[in-house]
């Protein structure tokens, strides 16, 4: 059982920058990965970001390469997406996700838990 709130979702111009925040509360000790994902309007889920909670192995989407990055306080318990030069196609809904199982996957079906997203929007 883990719960995943996010919040730090917005309004911003083209080439702006956010920073979404995830804190996970419940059974972290089990979480292997946490990850990103978005989800636009009549468009599939689809794989962002994730982290490896332990190391701290980042991995990305190509879409987003070299302008997010994810990593996490484990102190806090909190996992983090800073978004650079954000462009009109990052507009989405972002959720954050952990997975329990071994190994990075971009797959959502291999995430266990969910929070209930940010509403990221990006105007042209």
């Known amino acids: 059982q883990v719960q995943l709130v996010e919040s730090g979702g917005g309004y911003v111009q083209t080439g702006g920058s956010l920073r979404l925040s995830c804190a996970a509360s419940g059974r972290t000790f089990s979480t292997n990965f946490m990850g990103w994902f978005r989800q636009a309007p009549g468009k599939e889920r689809e794989f962002v970001a994730a982290?490896?909670?332990?190391?701290?192995?980042?991995y990305y989407a190509d879409s987003v390469q070299g302008r997010f990055t994810i990593s996490r306080d484990n102190a806090k318990n909190t996992v983090y997406l800073r978004m650079n030069n954000l462009k009109p196609e990052d507009t989405a809904r972002y959720y954050c996700a952990a997975r329990y199982g071994l190994g990075y996957t971009t797959l959502r079906t291999n995430y266990d838990y969910w929070g209930q997203g940010t509403q990221v929007t990006v105007s042209s």
């Open positions: 982290i490896s909670w332990r190391v701290g192995r980042t």
